[in-house]
């Protein structure tokens, strides 16, 4: 998640130098939207989103926002897949067509969708040291280039475009929606929502120093000109003679993690349309939705101009903190009114 | 005409049948049918017959006592028991001396009299069934047969030939005991109660194998194994139904989790320590009779890459080695991939100077970098199995051929370029460090999936076989534990003992990512401090 985050932290552009005060609002926006989304989880433990939607909003509207849950999964899923995908065939592999790369981590992600969610999460408990350690170290080699003198001077423009700045990170955490099919893996949904809010401020803390390294390195006027402001750090840096021209290193250990997150989308999309249609064994889902997969990655974003236009406040936030959130907040209203309406199953045990 | 074609069937039926001679399995099924009956004689003939006048069986029939006398028989097979000891201890007390006591063998019947007063033996069973009679035969007991008893008297006079307790052949080190188990399955079990001395250390027997009658036994400790892995394995090896087992691989190959899996789910090893130690802490190990290789379950991928000797050092001097042991597992797996990977398709990782040189070297080399190393690891893979298969009279003139041949002159006929002999060399150094064989397997199969997948993608294509190659491991168990714990899921306590070794006093309790059912292994003021 944090490496989709770190490529548009500094892309709006009126904010320049201030894009650090956006990361802190993000840091703060991030976790909120994980722990309200979280929220709407407790509230049914056990159960996902698909089970517990035509109880909640009728037989008729909550399969419909049921599917619309879905086609949002697919289309994070998926521009996220085009987004990696971009990104190795713009830095590594510039004579390598996208769609080799489409397929490729489709089909170890759809993999990694058949092995099961635990396998998924295992997966993440041995990347992320790797991540955090490769990470720890292009920023600190980052150091001797900074200029501190870059962030000045502070709010020069006013709040707003610090503000409307924090709008697309903040909207990226929208994406957390998948949680809503993945909270009743976890026994204790309470505690689970402590640890994703704690995750998301972690990962917006990550943020903040990427965007503070990538601002003090590149100046307000490089930066946000950059589509991977984080690999270009990563490219630049280097640690005496120990460590040069070894960025892609980074990219190798942040395409790890990337390929944990799209798993884990990929998982809650298999799971959540397995329940919706009724499907016993999701697993088997796992192949075709890959391949359904990437052709809408291929049609979601052209290039690497159009992502910019898209990752732009005014279309990204619109679409995600202005359409997806708000249905969302209706959701979580209306559970909160209705306080729950309990598993019919349950209830009958209960009566006896 | 259905009625002629019925008819015809049950003509052909009918024929068949007398003129098919009985199956194996007929046979057994028979003979565990058939029992002793109270007449000498018969039941001779009855074992004559089982054995079918094989050439080892020794029928020696004389008489026990005086007046009453009873005509005896004592059943051996040669070569299986220990000839001098039943002649002199065996054979001579039952013709000499209950020809001397004749009084006290009256009052009883004569088997219960033998059995207390005059057999010399430390085991012996009453066995009336002939197929079991029949197996107990051929592990070297001997049979002592009385007229008017339907029961005989198996005496263990167990004496065969065996290989004698060697140092082990395949896990070699330079601070660890000598002796390495042996063929004998009561010798191993000997090995292992000679280092964990409580009774509560418990051997259970089976047979395995419906031909060869394989004694196999499991092992542990109770009061610290998990119940419930006992359970399981007793259960996973009462399924198993085959004809012959001759070494633990059988069993391996039958009772892992995963049987497709090219990672090793169960440990096998010929150290008795390494069996020893793997019972303190809770496992279950099986000894098979007819190998030395012991298996030992569950195992998880760190604990692979662990040596014995790491424990038997200085905690340092262990963690130490221990790092270039992952280090050289990843570099064997992955080292000619990545070689291949940067000299086609990442030369800006390589040093300036280096790539030069790499350059030149390539210079009059016919093949791209991908097809130069999968010739020179085939090279290296014929070559190391041709170093195993060999006899070991050829062994000097194969490493002329193999080191001075094939590493120098294919440098030399252009065929491969120095660095990459480097590279495949260093790769084959770094595979021998692994101390457990069939992981190292596993290392060899992946390197040439390593390989091709990085002559497509370079690191990228690595990196996708990485990750499914992740996929598979994180979705192992082995009997319920998780192939990569302590690390996925992770559990900080257990890294003491992978990601680095814990000096002994602070590795307070057993693996804690195993079910067992006492934790602590030690009091926690062991560590040595001034009074």
């Known amino acids: 998640m944090v490496i989709s985050v770190l490529l548009v932290i500094t892309a709006y552009d009126p904010v320049r130098q201030d894009a650090w005060i956006s990361a802190l609002i993000t840091a703060v926006g991030g976790p909120l939207i994980t722990w309200l989304i979280m929220t709407l989880a407790v509230q049914f433990p056990g159960e996902t989103f698909m089970e517990y939607a035509p109880r909640l909003l009728g037989k008729v509207l909550g399969p419909i926002v049921s599917v619309l849950l879905l086609l949002f999964l697919m289309e994070r899923g998926t521009f996220l897949l085009r987004t990696f995908a971009g990104m190795l065939t713009l830095s590594v592999y510039t004579q390598t067509p996208i769609i080799v790369f489409m397929v490729l981590t489709s089909l170890v992600v759809a993999v990694g969708v058949r092995h099961g969610i635990e396998v998924v999460g295992r997966l993440g408990d041995i990347f992320t040291p790797i991540y955090l350690v490769v990470t720890a170290v292009v920023l600190a080699a980052s150091v001797p280039l900074w200029d501190t003198q870059w962030v000045r001077p502070i709010m020069a423009r006013g709040v707003l475009p610090v503000i409307i700045g924090a709008v697309t990170p903040t909207a990226y955490f929208v994406e957390k929606l998948y949680l809503l099919i993945l909270a009743p893996v976890v026994p204790d949904v309470k505690r689970a929502r402590t640890v994703a809010t704690w995750a998301a401020f972690a990962a917006s803390v990550i943020m903040l120093l990427f965007a503070i390294c990538v601002l003090f390195t590149f100046g307000p006027f490089e930066a946000p000109r950059f589509s991977l402001p984080g690999y270009y750090l990563a490219r630049i840096a280097s640690l005496g003679d120990l460590y040069e021209r070894l960025d892609i290193i980074p990219l190798l250990a942040w395409s790890l993690t990337m390929v944990v997150h799209l798993s884990v989308i990929a998982y809650a999309l298999t799971k959540g349309t397995g329940q919706l249609l009724g499907i016993r064994d999701h697993r088997s889902l796992a192949f075709p939705l890959a391949s359904i997969g990437i052709p809408v990655a291929i049609m979601s974003v052209a290039d690497f101009a159009q992502f910019r236009e898209f990752v732009h406040p005014s279309i990204m936030g619109v679409y995600m903190l202005g359409l997806v959130f708000p249905v969302f907040l209706i959701i979580l209203v209306v559970a909160l009114i209705r306080k729950a309406p309990a598993r019919p199953s349950a209830r009958a045990k209960g009566g006896k | 005409m259905v009625h002629v074609l019925r008819m015809f069937r049950r003509f052909r039926r009918d024929r068949a049948k007398p003129q098919r001679p009985p199956t194996i399995a007929e046979l057994q099924a028979e003979s565990e049918a058939e029992f002793l009956t109270s007449n000498l004689k018969r039941n001779i003939a009855k074992i004559r017959t089982l054995f079918g006048e094989s050439s080892d069986l020794i ?176 259960k996973r090896l009462k399924k198993i139904d085959i004809d012959g087992v001759f ?210 993608l370079g690191l990228f294509g690595i990196f996708f076989v990485v990750c499914l190659v992740g996929m598979h491991l994180c979705s192992l168990r082995s009997f319920g534990v998780p192939y990569l714990s302590p690390f996925a899921p992770l559990n900080v306590s257990g890294l003491r003992d992978t990601a680095y070794r814990a000096p002994w006093w602070v590795l307070i309790m057993r693996p804690p990512y195993l079910t067992i059912r006492d934790e602590k292994r030690q009091d926690v003021s062991n560590r040595p401090r001034p009074e």
């Not at chain 2, 660890?176 to 079990?189: A, K, M, Y």
């Not at chain 2, 569950?298 to 000797?309: D, F």
């Open chain 2, 59 to 234: 029928v020696r029939e004389f008489t026990i006592g005086d007046s009453p006398s009873f005509p005896a028989a004592m059943i051996q097979i040669d070569g299986m028991v220990d000839a001098k000891f039943s002649a002199s201890e065996l054979l001579s007390t039952l013709m000499v001396e209950t020809r001397l006591a004749r009084s006290s063998l009256l009052p009883r019947t004569i088997l219960d009299a033998l059995h207390s007063q005059a057999l010399a033996v430390t085991q012996v069973k009453k066995e009336q069934q002939l197929s079991r009679i029949g197996v107990a035969l051929s592990g070297g007991d001997s049979l002592l047969l009385v007229d008017g008893e339907k029961t005989g008297l198996l005496c263990s006079t167990q004496g065969f030939k065996h290989r004698s307790v060697e140092e082990p052949q395949s896990e070699s080190g330079v601070r660890v005991p000598r002796e390495g188990f042996t063929e004998v399955l009561s010798i191993n079990r000997s090995l292992i109660r000679r280092r964990v001395r409580d009774p509560r250390l418990r051997f259970e027997k089976m047979q395995i194998g419906s031909v060869t009658q394989t004694p196999v036994e499991i092992a542990y400790v109770h009061g610290i194994v998990d119940q419930a892995l006992v359970e399981e394995v007793r």
């Open chain 2, 247 to 456: 070494e633990s691989g059988y069993l391996e190959a039958m009772i892992s989790d995963n049987p497709n899996s090219i990672f090793p789910l169960v440990r096998r090893t010929e150290r008795p320590d390494t069996v020893a130690a793997a019972l303190t802490e809770g496992r279950v190990a099986i000894l098979t009779d007819g190998t030395p290789f012991t298996l030992t379950v569950p195992v998880t991928l760190p604990e692979m890459l662990h040596a014995s000797e790491d424990y038997y050092t200085h905690w340092v001097v262990a963690t130490f080695v221990r790092t270039f042991r992952y280090i050289s597992y990843a570099f064997a797996m992955l080292g000619p991939a990545v070689y291949v990977a940067l000299v086609t398709f990442h030369q800006e990782m390589i040093p300036t100077t280096l790539t030069h040189g790499v350059a030149a070297a390539r210079e009059g080399v016919p093949f791209t970098a991908a097809i130069e190393a999968f010739f020179m690891l085939s090279v290296f893979e014929v070559l190391r199995e041709a170093g195993i298969r060999l006899p070991r009279i050829v062994g000097s003139s194969m490493t002329i051929v193999g080191a001075l041949v094939l590493g120098q002159q294919t440098v030399n006929a252009g065929l491969a370029s120095p660095s990459m002999v480097v590279v495949v060399a260093g790769t084959a150094i770094a595979s021998f460090t692994n101390p457990t064989y069939a992981l190292d397997a596993s290392s060899r199969i992946l390197r040439f999936a390593y390989l091709i997948a990085g002559a497509l």
